[in-house]
């Protein structure tokens, strides 16, 4: 019946030789830190492509011969520059008989307003003669309108894309000639988790990455557009933003890495992700006490905020339990044999686990 025993003490003999729990005047080495209040940012990091600042493709609002392509592949262009003349011989015609039958409605009307006056016409017959030149002036504006439409014109300063027709090609409203770009500004389009939505509003600034063939690009921006509809698919919501900056060697298409702000906690009390400890009664820390001229193991009780990449936020349960005077535990807590009381001895946390302030 003693067996049991001698064996028990044999395996409490072994722990204590391993390293086990501090008792007695031993004391637990543990990698210390000091609490620390900063800024906490909680940023979302997205994907989303570029876009240029506007863009139109080019087509024809009224059907015809192509008769002079006047712009190149590739060419910066300026608004009202005529890009592509369509044949209009038939439309002169038209207009030139347009202009002879203003012309005569012209002299009829001159003719019936001094016959009304001496009475020798009746009114019928004068209100006849006003209609018909309203009605020719109508016509003659409307061929003059579809004449200036065989000029076909850029909407905007921008550069032109690869064109699709050449000379003597036939185009139509549905056939696409060439599209501009206006790049003297960029955007970026992604989308954003419904959830995260109340949290993005105009004017919420934005870090956007891309890679390029020279290396990495990185810019602001400012979000101007938030979409105020869900999709049902990616539930999520359409955000748009302008860069801030035009920068060289990108391009509109390209992917980009959106690092968006979601919100700023100033002056909050922050540790290492390595200092808390979870528990059944909820997040805690462990801070170091003094206590008859040594130093022991004290925890506290906290909640959990903002996280940043190897910190997060914390505020002690009881007010004054945790402030920037206290040293905690920083690493390793949840393998540690700590418990309230134990003897520590305190070493700076090493440099490779330190997170800048």
């Known amino acids: ?202 004017g919420s600034a934005f870090t956007m990455r891309a890679q390029t063939p020279a290396g990495e690009i990185r810019t602001a921006g400012e979000v101007y557009f938030i979409s105020s509809v869900i999709d049902r698919t990616t539930r999520s919501s359409q955000v748009k933003g302008y860069l801030a900056t035009e920068t ?10 959106i690092d968006i702000v979601l919100q700023v906690r100033g002056g909050v009390l922050a540790v290492p992700e390595g200092a808390i400890l979870t528990t059944p009664a909820g997040p805690q820390v462990v801070v170091v006490q003094d206590k008859d001229g040594g130093k022991v193991a004290d925890f506290v009780g906290v909640q959990l905020g903002l996280r940043e990449t190897g910190l997060v936020e914390v505020a002690p349960l009881k007010p004054g339990a945790l402030t920037e005077q206290h040293q905690i535990v920083a690493s390793g807590v949840g393998a540690l044999v700590l418990y309230p009381g134990v003897k520590l001895e305190p070493r700076p946390l090493r440099p490779e686990f330190r997170i800048g302030n």
């Open 1 to 202: 019946m003693l067996l049991p025993g001698l064996l028990f003490t044999g395996c409490a003999k072994k722990t204590a030789a391993a390293g086990g729990p501090a008792t007695g005047g031993q004391r637990q080495p543990v990698e210390v830190v000091q609490v620390a209040r900063r800024d906490m940012v909680e940023s979302l990091s997205l994907v989303g492509s570029l876009a240029p600042n506007e863009t139109a493709q080019i087509r024809a609002e009224i059907s015809g011969q192509v008769r002079d392509v006047l712009f190149d592949e590739g060419q910066r262009v300026t608004r009202g520059q005529v890009l592509l003349r369509i044949d209009d011989a038939e439309l002169r015609a038209q207009l030139a008989q347009a202009e002879a039958r203003f012309h005569l409605a012209e002299l009829n009307l001159k003719r019936s307003e001094d016959l009304t006056q001496a009475r020798s016409m009746s009114q019928a017959e004068a209100d006849r003669m006003r209609s018909d030149h309203a009605s020719a002036e109508a016509e003659l504006q409307l061929l003059r309108v579809r004449l200036a439409k065989m000029e076909i014109k850029a909407p905007f300063d921008g550069i032109a894309g690869a064109r699709t027709v050449s000379p003597g090609d036939y185009a139509t409203g549905s056939t696409p000639i060439t599209t501009i770009d206006d790049l003297t500004r960029l955007k970026v389009d992604f989308q954003v988790p419904e959830r995260f939505t109340d949290r993005i509003r105009p």
């Open 248 to 257: 060289s060697g990108l391009k509109p298409g390209m992917f980009a890495n």
